[in-house]
Every structure is written in C-alpha cells, then in structure tokens.
C-alpha cells in the first residue's frame, strides 16, 4: 500500500547506498520502491537496472526535465498505491522503517506524515571537529512549535496519494532544478494539506527515521552561507504566497499591537544578543553550546544571513505575484 519514491540526478554511488539499504528492509504487506531518473548522464540506469531485475519490488522510470518537483509528481502520477513516502537518494534505514511507515498509514491515515532525518557521514574525509550532528539533520523535534505545521522535510516525507493530487502535488517553482539549488517544495505541500485536512492528519512520528548523507562540500562555509540564504529565500517567497507560517498562527512574538514594554524588552534582548553575537562573547557565557568560534557563526550569525534571504525571497514574491505552483 505504498510505495517509496527515490528521485535522483547523478548521484549513481549514493543511489546504490541508498537503494542497497532499502534492499535490505523485512516488511509485509504491498510495498514498492520506484527511482525516478531526473535526466541522469552517469551509471544511475545501470544501477537501477540491476535493482530492477533482481527485485520485483523495485522499478524506474525516467523524467527528462530538470526538476525535483516535476520529477517528484511524475512518481505520483506512475505510482499506484495509497500512500507515497519521499526520500533522498542519499539516504539509509534503519531496520523497521518500511514497516513502520506502513503502519502510520494504515493506522492513522494521514494526509502527510515524516519524522526526523539524522546525519550520516562517509569514513573520508574525516568530519571538523566544530561540525555537529545536528548540523546535518533535519525536522528533529525540537524544531517543530505548538499550533503550527511540523517541519517535514522531503527527504522523509510520507503522503497521502490522492491528498497530493487534491493540493496540486508538489509547487515546480519551488525545488531544486538541476544543479540549481532551490528549497520550499515540501513546506508548500504540508502547508497546503494542514490548509485542507486539518492538523490532525498531518502527522509527525519521531521514530520514523533515516540518515541523509552530509557530503563533504557541506563544511564549506561557502556552502552553509549559500545553504542559509536560499533556505530564507524559500522561506520569504512561502511567506509572500500566503504559505508562511506566520499565516496560520500568532505566535506570541512581539508586534505592533503589543505593550510597549514587551516590544522594548524585545528590543532590548535582540540587541543584546547582538552584541554576544559579533564579539564571540558566547565563548564565555555559554561555552558548552558553542565550544567553538564556528559554532557561534553557525548557529548565531548564519540566522541573520538567512533572514536576508526572507527579505529578499518575500520581495521577490510579492513583485513577481508568484503563485504557488
């Protein structure tokens, strides 16, 4: 009753990782796995090939043109089963996962489910020593707030089939194209289904997990600040779209309609982080969450680099009168 959905573009070793460790799951019931081939030029039709013939459960097909979310709803239009649960071509499993997304669909059947994605890393070269885990993972619980959307990420993301026809599938403005990075496609989608079926059938299970490789381009700080920028940008044109999430709940933030104090505590804080912020005082007044002077860029300066993004992204949305789709 469901079939797991790998879109990928030349990534053939990560696509063997990946499809070897889906190889391996021990689950009952009417399960699939198809690779959708997203205009590949390295061995990826070779790999799939011979996943294909050696397991009925596994199938390809290919969609020329550039685009993880074309490519993504071109695997829900060939798939046939209820339910379609997204991942990474970079991603393993632990034992259990197939089994267990199974039962959150049967049991609950839910509009879209996920659960947190963890990092993973390849023996060489080694990981920096300032590199958390966290830093490579995604929709951990922590991250998601009372009342809002959970923070789904598309590389564990399970749904409903024809709940994502009824939202219009997966935004082509948004994702990646190519080599182009773009983020946002799977914040459009659960934002619409929360819209459409409620927050009851949006579910979050943090025991449905896999591993998404950090590729070593990732400790490049050229990398994170590209990653942080595009990842606000996404999030200022959701916003412009009226899929941010501030347009599904107040939460609490000071505003305009505030007391005055509560906006001049506000005020106040935010300069004071400020100040702890570009001094590198956090070395000393929290020294065991940021150990290192990269972890305070990381988690402190990057949050502003990424707020730019938001502006520019909102902006953008709003001059283009982008829709979401």
Known sequence: MITIIVVTRNRAALLEECLASLS??????DWRVLVVDNGSSDDTNLVTT???????????????????????NRGAT???????????????F????????????????????????????????PVPAWFKPDYGAF?????????????????????SREALFEVGGFPESYGPVGSLMRYGEENAVIAGMWDRFGAERVVYEPKLINR??????????RFILKDHFLR????????AAGLGEDSRIHDGSASASAPASRNGFALARLLVDGLL?????????????????QNVVYERWMRYVAAVGVGVGYLKGKFEGQPAG
């Open 24 to 29: 391996q799951q021990q689950a009952p019931g």
């Open 50 to 72: 011979r996943y294909s013939a050696s397991n009925p459960r596994f199938s390809a097909i290919s969609e020329a043109e550039p685009g993880a979310s074309r490519a993504r």
């Open 78 to 92: 060939e798939a046939n089963t209820p339910y379609l649960l997204y991942v990474d071509d970079e991603c393993t």
């Open 94 to 125: 632990p034992d259990g996962y197939v089994a267990l997304a199974q039962e959150i669909a049967a049991g609950q059947q839910p509009a879209c489910f996920g659960g947190p994605v963890l990092s993973r890393h390849h023996a060489h070269p």
């Open 139 to 159: 929709s951990l619980p922590h991250n998601n707030r009372p009342g809002l959307p959970p923070r789904l990420s598309a590389g564990n993301l399970g749904v």
């Open 212 to 221: 998404h490789l950090v590729r070593p381009e990732k400790f490049s700080w």
């Open 232 to 239: 606000g940008l996404a999030r200022g044109r959701l916003k």
């Open 277 to 293: 912020d570009v001094t590198f005082l956090r070395l000393v007044t929290e020294s065991k969450r940021f150990p290192n002077w």
